[in-house]
């Protein structure tokens, strides 16, 4: 299972960006599509999470300012607005679910770099 992310760059505070990861195959049982993020020097956290039924998770800091959908059965995406220079990181996709009903599947995407200049 391969994830492909897209998007990503460099744009001034404020600015917005949009990130989409697809995955390259139906997958049994999806339990969430994602983004995580990593800056230098600090632990990787959730930034938003999606379930195929289209609940969402977001972290705190993104509420109001970040917004993931489902683009269809093997896309999402996730719209960045107002971003804030502490948004700069790397941004990872994220596929959480089953490939049969014994095997669970945590697949993850390359990183794409999100940098927000002040």
């Known amino acids: 299972v391969q994830l492909q992310a897209s998007g990503g760059g460099l744009v001034q505070a404020g600015g917005s960006l949009r990130l989409s990861c697809a995955v390259d195959?139906?997958?049994?049982?999806?339990?969430?599509m994602g983004w995580y993020r990593q800056a230098p020097g600090k632990q990787r956290e959730l930034v938003a999470r999606?379930?195929?039924?289209?609940?969402t998770n977001y972290a705190d800091s993104v509420k109001g300012r970040f917004t993931i959908s489902r683009d269809n059965a093997k896309t999402v995406s996730l719209q960045m607005n107002n971003l804030k220079p502490e948004d700069t990181a790397v941004y990872l996709c994220n596929l959480d679910g089953f490939t049969t009903p014994w095997d669970a599947l945590d697949a993850w995407g390359q990183g794409t770099q999100v940098t927000v200049s002040s």
């Open positions: 999606i379930t195929p039924g289209g609940s």
């Open positions: 195959r139906a997958i049994f049982k999806v339990r969430y």
